[in-house]
């Protein structure tokens, strides 16, 4: 969604918007997913995505980087930064999920062949997760992997370490608490 085609004062129903006029703020609420901010240092043209599991897996920030190569951006010139957003230690998720994630999200197969650094970042070694079947899933660092796959330079990418989960009192978290209330997140273009 452009920003410049909304109207004041009214909500928009999106999980993206992108901003190509100066002093315009963009406005995306989250719990546990990730607000993602994308500046362009040359022509100040903004975006602010709200980003999840689900997100990630329809290649949210693959379809954002294009509508920025259509306004003429270098990659070069794109800053991203991911803010507070619930940590792979409290997104735990069964199996079938986690594969069926990591085959749309990244294009890969999780198999018991994977390299040991590969099946580390995957799943985690506690007695307790594989009692009950369950599995880490790391959104901030597949987001970074899809930025990376969009020649985004790594230097130009920031990460917040805040987890909306474990902050209680600073972060609210649907995974933690079952809350509708949420954090504002916003970005705003200048020139």
């Not at 993206?16 to 240092?41: H, R």
């Not at 070069?76 to 619930?86: K, M, Y």
């Given at each position: 969604?452009?920003?410049?085609?909304?109207?004041?004062?009214?909500?928009?129903?999106?999980?993206?918007?992108?901003?190509?006029?100066c002093n315009?703020?963009?406005?995306?609420?989250?719990?546990?997913?990730?607000?993602?901010?994308?500046?362009?240092?040359?022509?100040?043209?903004v975006?602010?995505?709200?980003?999840?599991?689900?997100?990630?897996?329809?290649?949210?920030?693959?379809?954002?980087?294009?509508?920025?190569?259509?306004?003429?951006?270098?990659?070069?010139?794109?800053?991203?930064?991911?803010?507070?957003?619930?940590?792979?230690?409290?997104?735990?998720?069964?199996?079938?999920?986690?594969?069926?994630?990591?085959?749309?999200?990244?294009?890969?197969?999780?198999?018991?062949?994977?390299?040991?650094?590969?099946?580390?970042?995957?799943?985690?070694?506690?007695?307790?997760?594989?009692?009950?079947?369950?599995?880490?899933?790391?959104?901030?660092?597949?987001?970074?992997?899809?930025l990376?796959?969009?020649?985004?330079?790594?230097?130009?990418?920031?990460?917040?370490?805040?987890?909306?989960?474990?902050?209680?009192?600073?972060?609210?978290?649907?995974?933690?608490?079952?809350?509708?209330?949420?954090?504002?997140?916003?970005?705003?273009?200048?020139?």
């Amino acid at each position: 969604m452009f920003g410049s085609h909304s109207q004041e004062g009214i909500k928009i129903d999106a999980d993206g918007l992108f901003g190509n006029k100066c002093n315009q703020n963009l406005w995306v609420y989250t719990a546990d997913c990730m607000p993602i901010f994308f500046a362009d240092k040359r022509t100040r043209n903004v975006a602010a995505l709200h980003c999840g599991r689900k997100g990630l897996e329809k290649k949210i920030i693959k379809n954002l980087v294009k509508i920025y190569d259509n306004f003429g951006t270098s990659r070069d010139d794109l800053l991203v930064a991911i803010g507070p957003a619930i940590s792979k230690e409290h997104y735990l998720v069964d199996k079938i999920t986690l594969k069926e994630f990591y085959r749309n999200a990244e294009n890969k197969k999780i198999t018991n062949n994977l390299p040991k650094t590969e099946k580390d970042l995957c799943f985690s070694d506690s007695n307790h997760f594989k009692d009950q079947n369950l599995n880490q899933l790391d959104l901030k660092r597949s987001a970074y992997r899809q930025l990376l796959n969009e020649n985004i330079p790594n230097t130009n990418i920031d990460i917040s370490n805040l987890c909306t989960y474990k902050l209680k009192n600073e972060f609210n978290s649907w995974r933690r608490s079952k809350t509708i209330s949420r954090q504002w997140n916003f970005i705003c273009s200048y020139k």
